[in-house]
């Protein structure tokens, strides 16, 4: 018999911006995990060697070419080039499950991972010099549910705008209003089991949001965001290079579009806060409703 030699969990994370400030690099070695780390870059990245030279080893290598015809783009009307479509795809047959039992896929630009905590309706996320937990154990718990729950296909950490109101008031973030477990969404940081078939992301841009509406709708699976731990990242729309360059040149009403397309009956688009446009979902054309079993027929009644 064939032993696997396959590890419980690989961390990937997305290279978009220089080798030197991949902030989610440093964060994970921070707050403990000793395990791999593999970075993807595309062949065409014009820093390529420098990840290479600087990350010796733990470099994997795409081609977005290759790809274009394996993702379901979502428009033909400009380049894409930042957009991490091509490589969420390319990670599911790069990363095979003798490689890794389970996958977690990054963005290069999380700069902190939070532990919250709730008080008089408020929760709060305190930046400690000292992470306060280890990545290696919390890790090895979520290689343990994914694999003693199958039904459940992928899931994610929070994200800061996760808790409503979220405002960082010097080295603490806090919100009003708790957020509980999400079962609809996954954004940002996803984990999932390599054994399974690829995610449906899908379009350039809102691919996450597409991917968790489509396992929602269409594919119906679990999915949902483990609100005990928070992803830290810097403004989308601010960082350089990635999916910055698209905002920038496409604005966000785009963005959003490209879900609204998909699902008309369900998602709308409107201003978020009067600053820019957002997409809205109308959950109850999305999510699987159960019906009561007083409204079930009986299959043996005689029809006239």
Avoid at 150 to 161: H, I, N, T, W, Y
Avoid at 230 to 235: D, P
């Amino acid at each position: 018999m064939k032993q696997n030699n396959s590890i419980p969990l690989l961390p990937v994370i997305l290279s978009y911006g220089r080798p030197d400030h991949l902030l989610t690099y440093k964060t994970l070695r921070r707050f403990g995990w000793t395990g791999p780390i593999r970075i993807l870059c595309s062949d065409d990245d014009p820093r390529l060697e420098e990840y290479r030279n600087q990350y010796p080893g733990e470099v994997l290598v795409f081609s977005k070419n290759e790809y274009r015809s394996k993702v379901d783009e979502g428009q033909n009307y400009t380049a894409a080039q930042g957009a991490p479509l091509y490589a969420r795809r390319a990670i599911h047959d790069l990363i095979t499950p003798g490689m890794a039992d389970v996958v977690w896929e990054l963005d290069d630009d999380y700069f902190h991972i939070g532990t919250p905590s709730n008080s008089d309706g408020m929760t709060y996320t305190a930046f400690h010099h000292k992470p306060r937990f280890s990545l290696d154990h919390v890790l090895s718990r979520i290689v343990v549910f994914l694999k003693h729950t199958p039904a459940v296909r992928a899931l994610a950490f929070a994200q800061s705008g996760d808790f409503y109101s979220s405002t960082l008031t010097e080295n603490l973030y806090f919100s009003y209003g708790v957020m509980h477990f999400q079962n609809r969404k996954v954004m940002n940081s996803f984990f999932y089991r390599t054994s399974d078939p690829p995610l449906p992301f899908a379009g350039t841009l809102n691919d996450d949001v597409n991917m968790y509406l489509d396992l929602g709708l269409r594919h119906p699976m679990p999915v949902f965001t483990y609100p005990l731990f928070v992803i830290y990242q810097g403004e989308t729309q601010q960082n350089c290079g990635g999916m910055t360059d698209i905002y920038r040149r496409d604005g966000t009403y785009i963005k959003s579009m490209h879900t609204v397309i998909r699902y008309p009956a369900a998602v709308k688009v409107k201003p978020l806060k009067s600053t820019r446009w957002h997409h809205i979902i109308n959950w109850n054309r999305i999510q699987t409703k159960i019906i009561s079993e007083k409204f079930k027929k009986n299959s043996h009644a005689k029809h006239s």
